[in-house]
């Protein structure tokens, strides 16, 4: 099992930036792929980004238009997402989730595929 612990969320204005942090913990070497997901009010949860535990290219949304990135770091057990630009609509409860399929070649933007999540941290954005 792994546990997934967010921090980083807070207010942002328009055009602003923040970075999200999400700290991994218990089976580690179990993991296959990182992911960044966020939720709106009302809405459905969505991909934002997501990279192999082991390297290779990350993936993102193609709304994201390059504002996002997202990096790992082995050493420390983290995956970070660093958000620019933030727009009004993006302000969201993010979420980060591990996918621990052994046998998926590629980041997968489906929620059906993660299966450890963390607990959320909120990103609000003001005009």
């Known amino acids: 099992q792994v546990q997934l612990v967010e921090s980083g969320g807070g207010l942002v204005q328009s055009g602003g930036s923040l970075r999200l942090s999400c700290a991994a913990s218990?089976?580690?070497?179990?993991?296959?792929?990182m992911g960044w997901f966020r939720q709106a009010p009302g809405k459905e949860r969505e991909f934002v980004a997501g990279?192999?535990?082991?390297?290779?290219?990350?993936a993102y949304a193609d709304s994201l238009k390059g504002r996002f990135t997202i990096s790992r770091d082995n050493a420390k057990n983290t995956v970070d997402l660093q958000m620019n630009s933030l727009k009004l609509e993006e302000a969201a409860v993010y979420y980060c989730?591990?996918?621990?399929?052994?046998?998926?070649?590629?980041?997968?933007?489906?929620?059906?595929?993660?299966?450890?999540w963390g607990q959320g941290t909120r990103v609000t954005v003001s005009s």
């Open positions: 989730a591990a996918d621990l399929a052994p046998d998926r070649a590629a980041v997968s933007a489906a929620n059906y595929a993660y299966d450890s």
């Open positions: 218990g089976s580690i070497l179990s993991i296959n792929v």
């Open positions: 990279i192999r535990w082991s390297g290779g290219s990350p």
